[in-house]
């Protein structure tokens, strides 16, 4: 379909981009959150995450099925916990230090009203952890 | 002339490479995004602005104090690309991907931006190959405000 330029204002091109930072163990930290009012649409596109570095030592998990650390993406207003149990519609997740992509092949779509929210995670509770986080969702209103 | 459309939009990811102004140690650097690209997909980059906001020591103007700079090829702080970044190898000794054009740095307290009329970066890779944009604080003896607002387009 084409996109006239009368529509094309409504879409917004919104980052969600986090530039390398220690977090520490057991913490996390919101990424970005947009709300979605009726009738807009959040796609995500391109989520990556790329954990640089974790101090020395033995990790061990808060929530044994998740990585040392990763990003959850979470919705209706999940940004409200202190500390994420680890139950995001879906997450890139790390042990080692690597970078990973969400497959931007595969729709992603969330209809308002909602709220999304992007939260990057420390699942140790013992070590630090260094990590990076980019990406891109449109919005269409 | 060919249209925009929504199929062909949902394939053009604009990438942020952002830094909010933060404290760069002496010696220092921050891996700002790292972008994954598979085979077949492009990665352009045309636009990145760095802005050198203050230093913990005086800067006498653009004139480098002998032994100040980690790399003297360098300006006292630069953004560069690089690719297959691993985070703990320094980043002064490596070499940075593209043109001159896309090496962007400083050495006043100003704002620098990458010149658009200079022909984007195009990088294509035949297998999946990570680029890193990293700023590193060039001299050994002072700390730098900085902060940079960019972006980098990946067709998939």
């Given at each position: 379909m084409r996109i006239s330029t009368s529509s094309f204002p409504r879409i917004?091109?919104?980052?969600?981009?986090?530039?390398?930072?220690?977090?520490?163990?057991?913490?996390?930290?919101?990424?970005?959150?947009?709300?979605?009012?009726?009738?807009?649409v959040l796609k995500i596109r391109f989520l990556s995450m790329q954990l640089l570095g974790i101090s020395a030592g033995t990790p061990t998990k808060v929530t044994d099925s998740m990585g040392s650390v990763y990003l959850g993406v979470f919705a209706g207003g999940q940004h409200e916990l202190r500390k994420p149990t680890g139950t995001p519609i879906f997450s890139i997740n790390l042990s080692t230090p690597s970078a990973k992509v969400l497959n931007p092949n595969i729709k992603r779509e969330f209809s308002g009203p909602d709220v999304i929210t992007f939260v990057a995670?420390?699942?140790?509770?013992?070590?630090t952890a260094e990590i990076m986080v980019s990406g891109n969702v449109l919005l269409y209103s | 002339m060919s249209y925009l459309t929504d199929e062909?939009?949902?394939?053009?990811?604009?990438?942020p490479v952002n830094l909010p102004v933060t404290n760069l140690k002496s010696n220092d650097w921050l891996v700002l995004t790292t972008i994954a690209v598979a085979a077949g997909q492009t990665l352009d980059f045309n636009f990145l602005q760095l802005t050198l906001v203050s230093s913990s020591a005086s800067l006498d103007g653009c004139n480098s104090v002998e032994g100040e700079l980690?790399?003297?090829s360098y300006e006292r702080?630069?953004?560069g690309i690089y690719e297959n970044y691993v985070s703990t190898n320094s980043p002064y000794g490596l070499s940075i991907i593209g043109t001159d054009a896309d090496l962007i740095q400083t050495s006043e307290f100003t704002t620098v931006q990458?010149?658009?009329?200079?022909?984007?970066?195009t990088l294509s890779p035949t297998e999946p190959t990570t680029y890193s944009f990293v700023i590193a604080n060039n001299l050994t003896n002072s700390d730098l405000r900085v902060s940079v607002n960019g972006m980098a387009r990946l067709t998939i």
């Open positions: 917004h091109s919104l980052p969600v981009a986090l530039p390398q930072m220690e977090l520490y163990q057991t913490d996390s930290i919101v990424v970005a959150q947009y709300k979605l009012l009726a009738g807009q995670v420390n699942n140790m509770t013992t070590l | 062909y939009l949902d394939k053009v990811v604009d990438i980690i790399n003297p702080v630069f953004v990458r010149d658009v009329t200079v022909a984007k970066l």
